[in-house]
């Protein structure tokens, strides 16, 4: 069998019932891949926060609702 990529010989390699083929000159490997990945909707640090906590203090949510710096405004005084 001659490689796809760069037309030298294939090896075949087995392990029990399946079998693939691969190039020991280029690395070709007969294998399917899918190059897309699927992403997640992204975590927001809100989130992140009160998942780290509810599962290390099995508390509630820690960052005081809608306020995002999650407590209260510091000011000089």
Known sequence: M???RC??????LSLG?????????????DVPV?????EDD????????????EANTG???VTGGDDVTGGDDVTDG
């Open 2 to 4: 001659e490689c796809p």
């Open 7 to 12: 037309q030298g010989s294939l090896e075949e």
């Open 17 to 29: 019932d399946v079998s693939t083929v691969s190039c020991p000159h280029c690395a070709f490997a």
């Open 34 to 38: 899918d190059h897309v990945r699927e």
């Open 42 to 53: 992204p975590e927001s640090w809100r989130d992140a926060f009160n998942r780290f906590y």
């Open 59 to 61: 508390g509630d949510d």
